[in-house]
């Protein structure tokens, strides 16, 4: 019989595969835009060019850290889920654990898109420009 991790570590693998990803989306989304606006807009009216020149290289690092922490998350779901493989007996904490994994590896591939979505217009879109 399989020795069971502590109930802290469980919980907290729940937590990271629900929340990993929509997270990881909103750090991105949040920190691009403060980048965004430091560079192009430091004043009343808005630069033609950033005044940090590496701005698409932070933005494009920011996205690849979000993007690992998403699909980290989307992994701890996965496995998760396999790990918590339906018993022959019926546990109501288990089940409960199966279907917080389930939802996880439901929405992480949604907000995975999202997130690279954004990474994309945030690196085609010039942020300097106005929309």
Do not use: N
């Not at 629900?18 to 691009?32: K, T």
């Not at 992994?75 to 918590?84: F, L």
């Not at 898109?113 to 690196?123: C, E, R, V, Y």
Request: charged share 10%; glycine share 6%; net charge positive.
């Amino acid at each position: 019989m399989p020795a069971r991790r502590p109930i802290a570590l469980q919980v907290m693998q729940q937590i990271y595969a629900l929340l990993g990803a929509p997270l990881a989306w909103i750090v991105q989304i949040c920190v691009c835009e403060a980048l965004a606006a430091q560079a192009c807009y430091p004043a009343q009216d808005p630069l033609v060019h950033p005044r940090l020149p590496a701005l698409h290289a932070y933005i494009g690092a920011v996205s690849l850290v979000a993007l690992a922490v998403a699909l980290g998350g989307l992994v701890a779901a996965w496995r998760g889920w396999r790990s918590t493989g339906a018993g022959k007996e019926p546990d109501p904490d288990r089940r409960a654990a199966r279907f917080v994994y389930r939802v996880a590896i439901l929405a992480s591939p949604m907000f995975v898109l999202g997130l690279i979505a954004t990474a994309l217009a945030a690196l085609i879109v010039s942020p300097c420009k106005p929309w």
